[in-house]
């Protein structure tokens, strides 16, 4: 069974760049779905980035251009990275992965904060 551990977070300016890891305990080949969500203080979570076992990207509008989702199999890790970064993108990211039959784990959370 894969855990998942984030790491990357922290403070950074606006405009600046940030990369988020996601660390499997085990192999991720067998999940179908690689994702990043992020929550900000009383809104509700967002998918921001996914990430197909194939290796097809999608994002949510408001981020495209900015963010890049990849993945490397061989280390295990999903990496988020994060550039041209505004204040709005302040919150806690988690990382997901989906298995075949309704099996999902969650990331405990890194946080992100970008100052204007």
């Known amino acids: 069974q894969v855990q998942l551990v984030e790491s990357g977070g922290g403070l950074v300016q606006a405009g600046g760049s940030l990369i988020l890891s996601c660390a499997a305990s085990?192999?991720?080949?067998?999940?179908?779905?690689m994702g990043w969500y992020r929550q900000a203080p009383g809104k509700q979570r967002e998918l921001v980035a996914s990430?197909?076992?194939?290796?097809?990207?999608n994002y949510a509008d408001s981020v495209k251009g900015r963010f890049t989702i990849s993945r490397d199999n061989a280390k295990n890790t999903v990496y988020l990275q994060m550039s041209s970064l505004k204040p709005e993108d302040t919150a806690v990211y988690y990382c997901?992965?989906?298995?075949?039959?309704?099996?999902?784990?969650w990331g405990q959370g890194t946080q992100v904060t970008v100052s204007s």
């Open positions: 997901n992965a989906k298995y075949p039959f309704q099996s999902q784990l």
């Open positions: 085990r192999s991720i080949s067998s999940a179908y779905f």
């Open positions: 990430i197909t076992n194939s290796g097809t990207p």
